[in-house]
């Protein structure tokens, strides 16, 4: 029993450690790609397109309704204190610094990162990456740079869009709803909300757009096993895209807003 353990322990540990050389090797393969010609550019629009624009309803009902349910959440907690004039810098600051780039990054995890892997694992496994090697075609290159270029671009605007609305939908709340007053509600918004906490949340967006490219092009671009292989493939993408988001969510909150 103790042996068997063992050895479960140690094949997981070498399977990790292996998963994660050859994900770090396609990310360094990705970098020393991204600069050199010729530059995909209508493929890189067709990219930001799938990952941003087709993620973009999807992005605004879950900021909107965020929002509104920070504003009411907020409200019932501070009226215990008769602290409600702070609901709304505690909604800004939660939209823009957390809610707003880590939701948007899971969504896009789960429906941009899903097809990504589903894409290139249906590539791999009908053989469509092997001729692409045989027509002298880098497979980095042309299936992956453009992917992590959206990736990077999009999550950012689409965390922009996701503030914003976010922040919408709280103020709606709270003025319609729960008979805030608008001037204070604005006024105490914008002087407790500052530039650093947008950046610091786009910074994160960008961070969690990278992520979410390279998890998926890897999960995709490994992918074995026929139609069962790219099911794993998706499901894996999904799984260790959105793990990775909220693992580094956590280290970057504690280095930005500390």
């Known amino acids: ?7 479960y322990i140690g094949s997981k540990t ?14 360094g393969q990705t970098l020393s790609w991204i600069f050199k010609p010729p530059v995909n550019i ?10 941003g624009v087709n993620s973009l309803p999807v ?15 907020t409200y019932t907690g501070f009226k215990r204190f008769s602290a409600e004039n702070y609901m709304g810098p505690v909604v800004a600051l939660s ?15 789960g429906r941009a990162g899903a097809a990504m892997a589903a894409e290139l694992g249906t590539m791999r496994v009908t053989e469509q990456i092997d001729a ?25 605007l689409l965390a922009i869009v996701a503030d914003a609305v976010g922040m919408v939908g709280g103020y709606m709340v709270a003025v319609y709803v729960l008979h805030a007053n608008p001037v204070i509600y604005v006024r105490m918004s914008t002087d407790y909300l ?32 026929g139609a069962e292989g790219v099911g794993k493939a998706t499901t ?23």
């Open 95 to 109: 939209i823009t610094r957390e809610l707003g780039p880590v939701l948007t990054g899971l969504i896009v995890a």
């Open 132 to 156: 692409l090697v045989t027509l002298a075609t880098n497979p980095i290159k042309y299936l992956v740079v453009p992917r992590f270029f959206a990736g990077f671009i999009m999550l950012p």
């Open 194 to 225: 500052e530039l650093n906490d947008i950046y610091g949340g786009l910074l994160k967006a960008c961070v969690f757009g990278v992520i979410i490219s390279i998890v998926s092009c890897y999960k995709g671009f490994y992918t074995e096993g």
């Open 1 to 7: 029993m103790f042996t068997k353990t063992l050895t």
């Open 236 to 258: 894996g993408a999904v799984v260790y895209s959105m793990m990775l988001i909220l693992v580094a969510n956590y280290f970057m909150a504690a280095l930005l807003f500390r």
């Open 14 to 27: 070498i399977r990790f450690t292996e998963e994660a050389g050859r994900l770090f090797i396609m990310f």
């Open 59 to 73: 992005v605004i009902i879950m900021a909107m309704f965020t929002g509104m349910v920070m504003a009411i959440q």
């Open 42 to 51: 209508r493929n890189i629009f067709q990219q930001m397109e799938a990952i």
